[in-house]
């Protein structure tokens, strides 16, 4: 039998072709990227960079899907009628996006959506060209597997922290996950996890610190969400430090078949690359099996410190899912308390407001509406929204005073802010103004009965509309940047 000239084991020589094998079947398998993958020691353009040689074969499954699929759901938005160039904050929240209060209050899955969501075409086509660049790389030194696993946690990661530094934020995108490449790919070549040569290892390691820090910088400057990059960040450097090596290097061999053969090994030799051995990759997968599984814990344990430490965000949530559900007298009852503990939340008091309005009850949306006027004046749902509450308590001077100067500033869709101040018109007794507003309405809304039995009883002379068959739920305002309206 012969022996193996990696091992010195003896194996069967039985074989196909006319070369007979010199390797047992282990040593042939763990060496499968001897064949294939050699990186030059000498000043070369690839020494320089770490890249490898053309004889390369190796493909970067990871990395190819996870673009495939970014790809496909910018596709799938652009063709559900999504703007390709700059996606309103409702579609966002629909196709996935993270918005804290959905999130923390049972939406979990978000977190991990909005990495695969983006912004229009600029977004996607950055994030997925750092993501090509960096991943194809990492994932040949790292493993598929670990990989994967890095790419999932450090998104999830950034996720969260975005979460933790704003949980009003809406965000979403690849460049959280694409941070954590980054800082593994750092960890991985400054533990020397590489079987790259020192100054390769120097190189690339600069490049990578000009990346991060130049696109933390950038997003320091404008309106991009910066804290989930530093989240994906720091649990790439940990991932790259906890990440086991599965490639070694290892010298040309000499043929045993030569011993006096003159080839002696120079700095000038090829260094070639090989897999460990397959006792040696099931410890590596194991090991990658308990780092996945060890990241997860302690992000749902963060998740849940997350949604203990924001209960006016987990609230709201939990308000707006039993709204969605059509229980709105539950959802009313939880978004009450989120106002009470937080009332200069601006949004749960403007929202609460407007729900009060749908139930008939503008006496108790009047306060909310106020308030949230006071927080952030001229915002004209709210103005639009109060002065519907004044009209249904009997305050026309106030109620148009709110409504002229809301659709000063609303010139598309203003029937509904129209038919507020005819209403207004009519109760302090401006028949010739709530005559005007009332056609204006019924000529941009034919079908809307409440306005032609509005003209109708003030062609009769009759009294104005009673407060009790105001239809708030149909003229009320609702703002589409909310992600409450997805």
Request: glycine share 10%; hydrophobic share 45%; proline share 6%.
């Amino acid at each position: 039998m012969p022996t193996c000239l990696q091992c010195g084991r003896s194996f069967s020589g039985f074989s196909f072709g006319s070369q007979p094998a010199s390797q047992c079947r282990d040593c042939r398998k763990a060496g499968a990227l001897s064949r294939s993958l050699e990186i030059s020691p000498s000043g070369s353009s690839g020494a320089a960079t770490g890249a490898v040689s053309a004889k390369f074969k190796f493909t970067p499954t990871v990395t190819l899907t996870l673009i495939g699929l970014n790809v496909l759901v910018y596709l799938a938005m652009g063709l559900s009628g999504v703007s390709w160039t700059d996606p309103s904050i409702a579609h966002a929240v629909r196709w996935g996006a993270d918005f804290g209060p959905l999130t923390l209050s049972g939406e979990w899955w978000r977190a991990l959506t909005s990495t695969f969501l983006h912004f229009g075409i600029i977004h996607i086509f950055f994030n997925m060209w750092c993501l090509w660049s960096l991943g194809s790389s990492l994932e040949l030194f790292m493993g598929p597997k670990a990989f994967a696993v890095t790419y999932i946690v450090s998104g999830l990661a950034a996720s969260l922290t975005s979460i933790a530094w704003n949980p009003w934020r809406v965000s979403g995108g690849a460049s959280g996950a694409i941070f954590g490449i980054a800082g593994a790919f750092v960890s991985y070549l400054y533990f020397k996890k590489a079987p790259l040569e020192k100054a390769q290892v120097q190189k690339k390691l600069k490049d990578l610190a000009i990346f991060i820090g130049y696109n933390l910088l950038y997003g320091a400057r404008g309106n991009i969400d910066n804290s989930a990059h530093v989240g994906g960040l720091v649990a790439g450097l940990i991932l790259g430090a906890l990440a086991p090596a599965i490639l070694r290097r290892v010298e040309q061999a000499i043929p045993a078949a030569l011993p006096d053969a003159a080839v002696p090994i120079t700095p000038a030799s090829p260094i070639v690359l090989a897999e460990l051995a397959p006792d040696q990759m099931s410890r590596v997968d194991r090991r990658t099996f308990q780092i996945a599984v060890g990241g997860l814990v302690v992000l749902i344990g963060v998740a849940g410190w997350l949604r203990s430490t924001n209960p006016p965000a987990a609230g709201y949530g939990r308000a707006v899912a039993l709204v969605r559900a059509g229980r709105l007298d539950q959802g009313v009852a939880e978004m009450d308390r989120v106002a009470t503990t937080d009332p200069n939340l601006f949004i749960a008091s403007a929202l609460l407001g407007e729900w009060r309005l749908e139930q008939g009850n503008p006496s108790a949306a009047v306060p909310l509406l106020e308030r949230s006027n006071s927080l952030y004046p001229g915002v004209y749902y709210v103005r639009h929204n109060l002065a519907l509450a004044y009209v249904g308590t009997g305050r026309p001077t106030d109620a148009m005073t709110q409504i002229a100067g809301a659709l000063r500033e609303e010139k598309t869709d203003v029937w509904q802010g129209q038919y507020i101040e005819a209403l207004a018109g009519a109760q302090s007794g401006n028949k010739l103004l709530a005559l005007k507003d009332l056609r204006l309405v019924l000529d941009a809304k034919p079908d809307f009965q409440e306005a032609r039995d509005a003209l109708a009883g003030l062609d009769s002379s009759s009294p104005p509309p009673p407060a009790a068959i105001i239809p708030y739920a149909k003229v009320v305002s609702k703002s589409e940047a909310w992600p409450i309206y997805p």
